[in-house]
Every structure is written in C-alpha cells, then in structure tokens.
C-alpha cells in the first residue's frame, strides 16, 4: 500500500501540476488513472473472495487514494472540464460542505453533460437539505405502493435503498438481516427501496440476500431526487411519526442507531 501512495502521489503531480499539459491531456491522464485503479480494485477483490474484513480495509485504501489523487485534480483545474471530470470522481465520498464549497468554486463552462451533472449535483444537495435528520419525512408513490405505506406508522424503520448490482449494497446485507432478526416487532420494522434497478434483477437478488421484510421495487431515482441520494447504500433511520432520525448509516452503525433509538 506505500508503494501504491508513493505512486499516487507521483502520478498526482504530473498529471495536475504539469503547466505544459493541454486540457485534453490532462483530462485523459485522469481517466486513465482512475481507470486503472478500478481495474485493479476488481481484480484484488476477486482474489479476496468472502474475506469481508480484508474487502472493507482494502476499499478504505483505495478510496483514499481516489480522494488524494482527484482531489488535486479538482483544485488545480476548477476553470475547465477537468476539475468537473474529477468532482465526478469525488462526490459519492464528500461531505455534504466540501462539496457545496466546490461546486461553487467550479468556474469551467459548462455545456451538455458536464451542466447536466453540476447542475443535478446541487439540486441533490438542496433535497439533502430538505430531508436533513430532524425533518419530516417526505413521501412518494412507486406503482401504487406508497412510501407513507411503511413510514409515519407509529414504528422505528429503518429504510435500505440499495440496487441488486450493487456491490456495497449486498455486502450490507448480513448487517441488515442480524437487525431485523434482533429488533424487528411491535416498535421496529424494516424496508428496502430498489432504486436504479430492473425489477427482475431485484426481484432476483432478494430472494439471494434472504429479504423477509418489506421492500418496494422499482422505484428508480424517484426517492433519491427527493432525498438527495448520490450514492448507495444509502440506509436512512425514521422515527414513529415519520421524522427522520439518522441518515448514511453503515456497518455497525447500523445496529447502534437502532439499538439507541429503541432504548436496547
């Protein structure tokens, strides 16, 4: 892992601090760079198999270096296409100010998809803002099935959106279903929320994963342009009357949140 950093940074200073550098040169060293590293992230979980603790440290690792490196990106090419292209690779591990304080810094022209992405970005985080921990709930329909369905009930739930293609998605899986085991009753309740997902494939990794409680399928970005949802899982705790509680919880997290809520 030193050698991966010391290569990182090596790497980081060519292709961001090199003032001869053309845009379109900048921009592909980028790519190519993050490109490379997921492929070798893909590789190395191959070789770590069901080894959750070993997937989780070398993840942690690898995010570290994908914030190092883009993040240099970002700050020496905030006036052009390449700042944009490394927020791109940024944003899902943010947090909520920095990347406020970015997005406002950006002065690149932004055309097409470039606009599109910048644009949605900032309106994710006005409806972050409106769904932040201590609002009410905000409801929404999926193919009649209605989120208030589950939520305001007078229950504790704890809500998953996640997606059957998901890799993070499913590895939370185990920490989901030793909660519901644990607590699921009169006070407690689970849901799961497909998001960004062909209903058959959901359907499919349910039924793998060992979903018992309830879930709504196909509900594409529906709940997460509402809620702000750039990444997922994305695991939201509501309470009784529907206020929200806890959002982005995680591993043991997840539990804690739970237990403290229900007085456990």
Known sequence: ????????GILAVCAVGCKTKSV???????????NSLMEQYRARLVELGEDQEAIEEYTDSIIDLVEDYNLKALKANLDNEVGVAALQNLYGIMDDDDLAEYLDKITAPLHGKDSAFVYGLKA???????????KMFTDFEVDGVKFSDFIGKGKYVLVDFWASWCGPCRREM?????VYDEFHGDKFDMLSVAVWDKPEDTKKAAEEEGITWNQIINAQQIPTDIYGIEGIPHIILFGPDGTILKRG????????AVAEALGK
Do not use: C, F, Q, Y
């Not at 379109?24 to 993050?34: G, P, R, T, V």
């Open 24 to 34: 379109e040169e900048k921009l592909s060293e980028l790519n190519n760079w993050n």
């Open 1 to 8: 892992m030193k050698k991966l950093l010391v290569i990182a």
């Open 124 to 134: 994710a985080l006005d409806a972050k803002s409106g769904t932040a921990e201590g």
């Open 249 to 256: 919880l995680r591993g043991n997290d997840i539990r804690e």
């Open 174 to 178: 185990p920490n989901l279903r030793a």
